[in-house]
């Protein structure tokens, strides 16, 4: 059966997205890869580091864990950001359906405490990854990548829920 569940489908929606968009990258050359573009934080690696680097700061906060050093910060091959996403991912997914949703989840940034619904921190998650690829993608256009990765939900849909 389809799944129904709005989160669940965020949460498998945005793994598969972000699969799709790794793996078209590891197609690249690495001079593509590192290609900068004048949007998003400037290459396809920054910006798919930053995507997984995100999920997972995201994640330490909602598991209640001292944040880990941020991915951004280390060159890596879309194979190697692959390995990294995957487990980021699966925490992620945990980390998001462990407590309900209306649940207050404290971090501290930058010396200051901010408090969040877990649910806006899950759709944050979620439609950050979303705009994120959506530059990913524009920059693969630019590269002339074609065909361009599936990413949007209906696509994943079609694709992978519709097998269920």
Request: hydrophobic share 35%; proline share 7%.
């Amino acid at each position: 059966m389809p799944i129904s569940d709005p989160i669940q489908i965020l949460l498998e929606h945005d793994q598969w997205a972000t699969r799709q968009m790794l793996s078209a990258c590891a197609e690249l050359s690495p001079e593509q890869y590192h290609h900068r573009f004048e949007m998003g934080p400037g290459s396809l690696h920054d910006t798919t580091t930053h995507i997984v680097g995100a999920m997972r700061a995201w994640g330490d906060m909602l598991a209640g864990r001292e944040p880990r050093p941020r991915l951004e910060t280390t060159q890596r091959t879309p194979t190697e950001l692959q390995a990294i996403f995957d487990e980021v991912a699966a925490d992620f997914s945990t980390a998001a359906q462990s407590h309900p949703l209306d649940e207050i989840v404290v971090a501290q940034r930058g010396g200051q405490t901010y408090s969040f619904v877990r649910g806006a921190v899950v759709t944050h998650v979620m439609t950050h990854g979303m705009h994120h690829r959506a530059q990913c993608l524009n920059m693969l256009r630019q590269l002339g990548v074609n065909p361009l990765p599936p990413s949007s939900v209906l696509e994943w849909t079609l694709t992978v829920d519709s097998k269920r």
